[in-house]
C-alpha cells in the first residue's frame, strides 16, 4: 500500500484536473458530445469499476510530485501494483469512441501525471497506463492502454509544469498584493448612513469568524455596499480565496458591481479582479451557430487562444460583461468560456443564485472540488426560497414527446413509442385535473434512463448535424432524472390530466416533479461555504427563512433599524375593501376611487399593486373609464426587458401618473424611483398565493415539519411581497410619500405584526 507522505510546507500548489486543464486542452471548444453523467453517476460508475478490479488492486490513491517549488497533488482512480498499470477512469454515455479529441487529450494528460508519480514513488523504471471509459448506461468498459518509460513520464510532467509555473507565481503574488490591499481597505464614501456602519460590521465578523448571518435591513440604507466592504475586509484575515455575490434579478446584479468600482483598490497592484457572470443566451456573440469549431468562429481554436486571453483578463482584472466582451473578441475566443474559465481566477464573482446553488452549478462543483475557501453575500433573500423550489424541480411535456414522434428520426422511432406507450400508463384512471403523489411512479426512472441512452446514442452518432429537437428533449429528460435522482419527502410528484388528454384525444399527461422544501438540497451548499452573508428587506419572521433555506441552527440574527422617520411616510389602511377574490367585483369601484381621490390631492408619480394580471386589468378599465385624464400606464405578461425599462422610465422627477403593476412582479422589487420619480403606491392585495391542491399540500407538509404551514404557506410571503413593494416609496432621508393597504385584513393584529415597526398606520 502506498503510504502519503507528510504535508511539506505552504507554497506554490496545485491539484492534476486544475494542471491538465490549464496546460493540456488544445483545439476547438467543442460542446457536440453528450452531457456528461451527473456527479453521482461518476461516484457510482468508478466504484463499479473498481469493484472488478483483484483485491491487491489500490483505489483513490493520494499522489503528489514536485517540480521546483510547485506541489501537484490527487488521487489516481485505479492502481494495479501486479502490473504495474494505473487506470484513469471516466465515465460517459454513447460511444466511447466518439469521444472528441481535446477531451481525450486531457484525459491521457491526467493519466500520465498520475502515472509520473507512481513510478516517482515506488521508483518504477515503466508502467501500463490506461484510460478506461465506463458507459453507466450499459456498465461495460472501453479500455485504451499504452506502455510508457518513467523518463517519457517525468518528461511529460515537466513540460506541463513548466508551462504552468509562471501562471502560478503570477498568481500567488497576485493574492498577496491583493490581501495587503484589502487590509487597509477604507470605506468609499466621508461616512455611513445610519445602519451601514452595523450592518458593515456584523458582515466582517461573520466572514472572519466562518458564520453564517441572516440579516433583515431597511431599503435605501446601502446594504449592498455595506456587505461587500465588510465581506472583502475579511477576505485576508481568512484566506478566503473566493467572494460569490449573487441575487436573483438582473439589477441587483448592476448595484453590486456598482459598488465594487467604487470599492476597488486604486492601485495597480492588488486590484481585485471582479467578474460578471451572465447567462449563455445575454452573452452568446453567435446565437445562430453551435457550439463548436466547425459552426462558430469563437469555438474554433478556442483552447489554442485561451492563454494570452486568459492573461489578458487577468491583467485587465474588471470583467464586466463589457469588458470580458472586448478581451473575448479581441483573441478570437467566446466570451462566455472565457469567462467560465476566468471563474477560477477571480476574487469576486457577481452572478444569479443559479451559480451556486442549481443541481449543476459550476461555482458549486469547483467550490467542492478544488476546494475553495468562499464567502457568499445573498442579496435579496428572501427570494431564494422560490427559486430554489424551481431549482430542485422538473417537467415532462407531453407536447415536446408528441412533437418529435409526428416526425422522428428513424433510429429513434421504436425508443419513443416505446415511452410513450408507458406514459400511457401513468394517471390511468385519473379524473380531469391535478393527482399529487408522494412516490415517483414504479419504472418511471428505468424507463427514462433507457430513453436517455438511445438519445445520447443517436446525438453520439450523429454528432456533426445534431437534431436540435432530440437535444432539446434530452436535456429535458436528464434535467427530470438529476431531480429524479434527489427526489424525497422534501418533493411531490404532480400528475396532470386535461379533459382531452383523459378522453384519449391529445398527448400523455404532464408529469412534474415539485420540490416543496428546498432546505436538504441547500444545507451542503452552507457547509461547503465558509462564511454567508444573506440580507434582505423582509426577512420577517427570520425562522420562516433559516427553517426553509437549511441553514445551519447557530446562524447569527440582525435586525437594523431603518433610518427613517416615520414622518416620511403614510400608510393607511381602508377598512372598507375586501379584496378577497369573490368580493373584488363588489369593492373594484371603491378600489378605484381610493386611487384617484389620492392622487388628485396630490398629483404625482405612484404604483398601483394588484394580485393578478386580471385583477389588474379590471381595475385599470375601470379607472380609465372614470378618469381618463389622468395618465395610466400597465405591466402586460411576458414583459420584455425593452418595455421594463420603458416603464420604469416613464417615472421621472417631472412626470405625474399611475403605474399598474403585478405584486411579486418585476416592478415590486428591485427598482429604485427615489424623491418625486415615486410619491406613493396602492397595494390592493395581500399577496397571499393562491389556494390550490400544490400549495395545500405545501401547508400540510410545513406544519408537519414546522408546526406553521398557514403562515409559512400564505401569510409570510404575501406579507413579504407587500413589505417589498412598500419599499418602493421611501428610498432615501428626503423622501416623502403615502401608501394605502387596500384590504381590511391588515387591520388584523397578526397582519401587522408582520409590516415594518417603523410604519406609523392610519385607519382599522
Avoid at 498520475?114 to 465506463?134: D, K, P, S, T
Avoid at 467566446?334 to 451559480?355: A, E, I, K, T
Avoid at 415615486?678 to 400540510?700: D, K, M, S, Y
Wanted: hydrophobic share 40%; charged share 20%.
Amino acid at each position: 500500500m502506498i503510504e502519503q507522505e507528510p504535508t511539506p510546507p505552504e507554497g506554490l500548489r496545485v491539484a492534476v484536473r486544475v494542471l491538465c486543464a490549464f496546460t493540456a486542452q488544445a483545439g476547438d471548444l467543442d460542446l457536440r458530445f453528450t452531457p456528461s453523467p451527473t456527479a453521482q453517476d461518476g461516484v457510482a460508475g468508478h466504484e463499479a469499476v473498481t469493484a472488478r478490479r483483484a483485491a491487491h488492486s489500490q483505489r483513490e490513491v493520494p499522489l503528489r510530485s514536485r517540480f521546483g517549488d510547485l506541489l501537484v497533488q490527487g488521487r489516481a482512480d485505479g492502481f494495479d501494483p501486479a502490473g504495474p498499470r494505473l487506470e484513469e477512469i471516466k465515465t460517459h454515455r454513447g460511444d466511447a469512441a466518439l469521444v472528441r479529441e481535446n477531451h481525450r487529450a486531457l484525459h491521457w494528460a491526467q493519466a500520465r501525471v498520475y502515472a509520473w508519480m507512481l513510478c516517482e514513488q515506488l521508483a518504477l523504471e515503466r508502467i501500463e497506463v490506461a484510460l478506461v471509459y465506463f458507459n453507466i448506461d450499459t456498465q461495460l468498459e472501453t479500455s485504451l492502454a499504452t506502455w510508457h518509460t518513467a523518463d517519457e513520464l517525468r518528461q511529460h510532467f515537466d513540460g506541463l509544469c513548466a508551462r504552468y509555473i509562471r501562471w502560478a507565481r503570477s498568481e500567488q503574488t497576485h493574492r498577496a498584493a491583493r490581501d495587503a490591499q484589502l487590509q487597509t481597505l477604507a470605506f468609499p464614501f466621508d461616512g455611513f448612513r445610519a445602519g451601514q456602519r452595523e450592518l458593515a460590521g456584523a458582515t466582517w465578523r461573520t466572514h472572519r469568524h466562518g458564520r453564517h448571518l441572516l440579516v433583515q435591513a431597511p431599503t435605501g440604507i446601502g446594504k449592498t455596499i455595506a456587505t461587500l466592504f465588510g465581506a472583502l475586509r475579511a477576505m485576508p484575515t481568512q484566506g478566503t480565496d473566493k467572494l460569490l455575490y449573487l441575487t436573483a434579478k438582473t439589477p441587483g446584479r448592476q448595484l453590486a458591481m456598482n459598488a465594487l468600482a467604487r470599492l476597488q483598490p486604486t492601485a495597480s497592484q492588488g486590484r481585485l479582479r471582479v467578474l460578471e457572470r451572465v447567462a449563455r443566451e445575454k452573452a452568446c456573440e453567435h446565437p445562430d451557430k453551435a457550439c463548436h469549431g466547425d459552426s462558430c468562429p469563437l469555438a474554433s481554436g478556442f483552447y489554442d487562444r485561451l492563454p494570452q486571453a486568459r492573461d489578458e483578463a487577468a491583467h485587465t482584472a474588471w470583467l464586466d460583461q463589457a469588458g470580458l466582451r472586448t478581451v473575448g473578441l479581441k483573441h478570437g475566443v467566446c466570451p462566455y468560456y472565457l469567462g467560465q474559465d476566468m471563474l477560477r481566477w477571480s476574487d469576486v464573482v457577481v452572478g444569479d443564485f443559479n451559480h451556486f446553488f442549481d443541481l449543476t452549478a459550476h461555482a458549486w462543483a469547483l467550490t467542492v472540488g478544488e476546494p475553495w475557501r468562499v464567502g457568499l453575500l445573498i442579496d435579496e433573500a428572501h427570494n431564494l426560497i422560490e427559486r430554489a423550489r424551481l431549482m430542485y424541480s422538473a417537467e415532462l411535456n407531453p407536447l415536446t414527446l408528441g412533437a418529435l414522434r409526428k416526425t422522428p428520426p428513424r433510429e429513434l422511432k421504436a425508443s419513443l413509442d416505446r415511452l410513450h406507450r408507458f406514459w400511457g400508463t401513468l394517471g390511468r384512471g385519473q379524473v380531469v385535473g391535478q393527482a399529487l403523489q408522494n412516490d415517483l411512479p414504479d419504472g418511471l426512472v428505468g424507463a427514462l434512463q433507457q430513453h436517455a441512452a438511445d438519445l445520447t446514442d443517436h446525438l453520439a452518432q450523429n454528432a456533426s448535424a445534431p437534431d436540435v429537437r432530440v437535444q432539446t428533449w434530452l436535456f429535458e429528460v436528464l434535467h427530470f432524472l438529476r431531480v429524479a435522482e434527489v427526489f424525497g419527502e422534501h418533493s411531490l410528484v404532480e400528475i396532470t390530466r386535461t379533459e382531452a388528454a383523459a378522453r384519449g384525444r391529445a398527448p400523455r399527461p404532464r408529469l412534474a416533479i415539485r420540490n416543496l422544501v428546498p432546505a436538504p438540497h441547500l444545507q451542503p451548499r452552507w457547509q461547503a461555504a465558509h462564511s454567508a452573508t444573506l440580507f434582505s428587506a423582509t426577512l420577517s419572521p427570520m425562522d420562516h427563512a433559516i427553517d426553509l433555506l437549511g441553514l445551519p441552527v447557530d446562524c447569527a440574527r440582525l435586525e437594523v433599524p431603518s433610518p427613517f422617520d416615520p414622518a416620511q411616510l403614510a400608510v393607511r389602511v381602508t377598512p372598507h375593501i375586501s379584496t378577497r377574490f369573490n368580493d373584488r367585483a363588489a369593492s373594484l369601484g371603491d378600489v378605484v376611487t381610493v386611487i384617484a381621490d389620492q392622487y388628485r390631492a396630490l398629483p404625482g408619480n405612484y404604483l398601483a399593486f394588484f394580485s393578478s394580471f386580471d385583477y389588474l386589468q379590471q381595475a385599470l378599465a375601470l379607472f380609465e373609464t372614470r378618469h381618463p385624464d389622468i395618465a395610466v400606464w400597465a405591466q402586460s405578461r411576458g414583459m420584455a426587458e425593452r418595455d421594463r425599462n420603458a416603464f420604469v422610465a416613464r417615472f421621472t422627477n417631472d412626470s405625474q401618473g399611475i403605474g399598474f403593476a403585478v405584486l411579486g412582479g418585476a416592478f415590486g422589487e428591485g427598482i429604485d424611483l427615489p424623491g418625486q420619480r415615486l410619491i406613493g403606491a396602492f397595494i390592493a392585495t395581500l399577496g397571499l398565493p393562491q389556494v390550490n391542491p400544490l400549495n395545500e399540500q405545501l401547508r400540510a407538509r410545513l406544519q408537519t415539519r414546522f408546526g406553521r404551514g398557514h403562515d409559512y404557506t400564505y401569510l409570510f410571503p404575501g406579507l413579504q411581497k407587500v413589505v417589498q413593494a412598500a419599499g418602493r416609496v421611501i428610498r432615501g432621508p428626503d423622501d416623502r410619500g403615502v401608501i394605502y393597504l387596500m384590504d381590511d385584513r391588515f387591520a388584523r393584529p397578526e397582519v401587522r405584526g408582520l409590516l415594518p415597526p417603523w410604519w406609523r398606520i392610519e385607519g382599522g
